[in-house]
């Protein structure tokens, strides 16, 4: 019993450990240790010298508890960002998106595959749901990509990888929960993680440009004849969109040159500017079509504009009114599921389509979105449990002891937990590890002068790894679900295509793990990338503010105004200073025993006496 006592929260931790590798459900599994450990704790709290401080009158602050869980407004955020993220893939603009873009990068070697990476950034920033983006994509791309001999390896990790972009690059559902784990705000873990989400994209280009160098044949160009929108003369209209982009691009940057705005703030802003230019150019382009037969842009560059307004207009509507301080993440989620529900009626109406939004559609949506809610909230009520016990049994000082404690200082911690994500990762969701380990890390990493918003987006970055390597990455589990497991028939050509095999989707995943790797090193090595979030703050020099209390009127004296007193000096008090309330109070004290007294009367008529 005394070894129990003096080592409760070792032994706590590794039974939840050892329930979790056995398979129990988290959030059961977290609230049944809390609760049994409760009660050895408290049997055991006499023999512990002072280190276990439970009671059972201490379990009554457990339906506070519970309810500060469904009280915080930023867990609000998860169910509006994802249904937003499933009624966009629902109402189809992953397909249009994806057709478009592959037949913009087609006839270039690896051409789908960087229309994979590069719709798959855009599904990230607009939906933030990592199986929307993967099914989307397998259901999409990955038939075209074997109709055309790409290599099944390369094909399905770079649609598992950039369908994870949605971990990292904002509104992710894992920023949300890493900031409300941590205690920071929810805007500036969007706007650290802005541009590792991009740099992580580009490492993705980055690798299957080598893969075309060294392998040309694993990911090949599309033939000139399945390249569609051209104009009349054959010619694919390259210019006109490649001098409609740069000419919106300057239109956005001379637009806000001038403003405040820094960092991300800035390029988002100058996105929506570019992009809302774009799209009056495209417009104008199709009415005047319409009315002469001769339009201003070409017939890509009219539909590239028109495919990348949908998701570019949500991304200025969620991030942009967050980065710029106009809603919070709360309701800028709410402002993208309603956009998201209005963009898709607006699709419906322009192609007469009743599958893009329909009652069904949204049924299964927010059945979706309520299961994942739930989901979440039920490891959080185990995660509160479990808290309540391991805080009471002075754990997270023993989690706090161990890791500051480590040599290296900072960078041994950063290495330690780092690769203690990474491993867990291997066995844990992303939610289980931001509710069991991140409160723990925490208060370990701001004692040693680490940027807590710096460590969320580094976390977060590691803890795609948890969607990507085998056995349990479940970006794995829902490309499987879609991938062919048995030789069929194209639909274009005819012919009889090999199957995807489970072998395959894991191989191809490796190198985007050790990429991802690769990209925590990076956020280490070069902090700046997301610490730029602390140059949008408003700076403020302490030695120049300056208290000035609002004057009432003036004493005359040149001091300010205010409710302003008589000087105080013997004598003054016989001489009129203010308005006269009547007599003074008297100065003995009342004899409230003895027999009345009858008091003088007062001279009103000598102001001396006054």
Known sequence: ADFIAQNMAPIMFASLVVFLLLGYPVAFSLAACGLVFFVVGVEVAPLSHGTISLSWPLLQSLPERLYGIMNNDVLLAIPFFTLMGLILERSGMAEDLLDTIGQLFGTVRGGLAYAVIFVGALLAATTGVVAASVISMGLISLPIMLRYGYDRRVASGVIAASGTLAQIIPPSLVLIVMADQLGKSVGDM?????????????????????????????????????????????????????????????????????????????????????????????????????????????????????????????????????????????EGGAMGASGSILLALFKRWIDGNPKRFNLALLKSAVEATAKLSAFVVFILVGARIFSLTFYGVNGHLWVEHLLTSLPGGQMGFLVFVNLLVFLLAFFLDFFEIAFIIIPLIGPAAEKIGIDLIWLGVMLGVNMQTSFMHPPFG?????????????????????????????????????????????????????????????????????????IRIPSFGNDGGGSPGGLVLPPFSPGSFGQQQGPNFGPSMPTTTPDFGGPPTKQPDPAPTDPANK
């Open 190 to 330: 969007y706007e650290a993680a802005f541009i590792p989400g991009i740099v992580l994209s580009a490492l993705y280009a980055g690798y299957v440009f080598l893969v075309t160098m060294v392998a040309p044949q694993a990911a090949p160009g599309l033939p000139a004849d399945a390249v569609g929108f051209r104009e009349k003369g054959g010619n694919r209209g390259l210019t006109s969109l490649a001098i409609l982009a740069v000419s919106s691009a300057l239109v956005g940057y001379l637009t806000m040159r001038g403003q405040p705005y820094r960092g991300a703030d800035f390029v988002v802003l100058t996105m929506a500017v570019g992009i809302l230019f774009a799209f009056s150019c495209a417009v104008l382009s199709w009415i005047i079509g319409k009315l002469t037969g001769f339009r201003i842009l070409s017939l890509l560059a009219q539909q590239v504009t028109f495919v990348m307004v949908p998701p570019l207009f949500l991304i200025f509507l969620v991030l942009g009114t967050i980065f710029i301080g106009v809603a919070t993440p709360t």
């Open 474 to 546: 479940f970006a794995l589990f829902y490309l499987r679900s879609v991938a062919p497991k048995e030789p069929f028939k194209d639909k274009v050509t005819g012919n009889m295509t090999e199957p995807v095999t489970t072998g395959q989707i894991y191989w191809g995943a490796v190198p985007f793990v050790v990429i991802q790797c690769i990209m925590v090193g990076l956020v280490i090595a070069f902090p700046g990338m997301v610490m730029h979030y602390k140059g949008s703050e408003p700076t403020i020099d302490p030695n120049t503010i300056e």
